[in-house]
């Protein structure tokens, strides 16, 4: 699986969008980009995932760029329960799928 | 919670007595993963299961083994627990849905080994 960088940590002002950036210039082409965030003491919650085109639900929003090397995660309207640790992981859909984890962007919402 | 369990969900044991951690899911998911977290690291795959009976290594396997003898339980066992396996254990299921394969969580087991 590919290798992802992301910043160690960043803040974001309560109410402002919080934007995630991810570097993942290796990426595969039947890789996907998977973002998942852990709440401190909580196991991992999956957020979104998306192969090249921009993705949006209910929780937040991925922009792939078009040569697919990196990628930004978009809270839109960050609130304190959204402070966690946000992890970037690319990986094929077949096989046994690991998740091969990194240390991740602690993100902390600022009231 | 997509129905996945964890106990105990904290212990305290002492070097060299084994130790075996359940996972628990009641949606019948053919892949079960156990990681473990530390500072620093994030998450590791110890094991996974792609079936019942059916196991693998992950990348930080040694001193531990796994079991799945039926597919709603995948036991983690310490063989004989050591300090440096003082650590939080995560279990995980994949569900797949719609062409996409994510990963659930349970809510973690916090293991000290003294």
């Known amino acids: 699986d590919a290798k992802t960088t992301q910043p160690p940590s960043m803040d974001c002002a309560e109410g402002r969008a919080a934007n995630l950036p991810c570097n993942h210039s290796t990426i595969s082409g039947n890789e996907y980009v998977y973002w998942y965030r852990q709440i401190h003491s909580q196991g991992p919650q999956y957020i979104i995932h998306g192969l090249k085109n921009n993705e949006t639900n209910e929780m937040a929003s991925l922009i792939i760029t078009e040569d697919r090397k990196s990628s930004t995660l978009i809270l839109p309207h960050a609130t304190l329960r959204d402070t966690a640790v946000y992890y970037c992981?690319?990986?094929?859909?077949?096989?046994?799928?690991?998740?091969?984890f990194g240390t991740g962007t602690r993100l902390t919402v600022i009231p | 919670d997509a129905g996945i369990t964890q106990s105990p969900r904290h212990k305290v044991t002492e070097t060299g007595t084994p130790v075996t951690l359940r996972c628990h899911q009641t949606e019948n998911h053919r892949y079960m993963y156990w990681y473990r977290q530390d500072p620093g690291h994030g998450l590791r795959l110890i094991h996974y299961s792609y079936g019942v009976k059916d196991t693998d290594k992950g990348e930080v396997s040694d001193g531990y083994s796994v079991s799945r003898s039926k597919t709603e339980d995948f036991l983690l066992t310490l063989e004989s627990a050591t300090s440096s396996q003082t650590s939080v254990y995560f279990c995980?299921?994949?569900?797949?849905?719609?062409?996409?394969?994510?990963?659930?969580f349970g809510p973690g087991t916090r293991l000290t080994v003294l």
């Open positions: 992981i690319v990986r094929a859909q077949t096989g046994a799928n690991n998740l091969f």
């Open positions: 995980a299921i994949r569900v797949t849905s719609g062409g996409s394969n994510e990963q659930f």
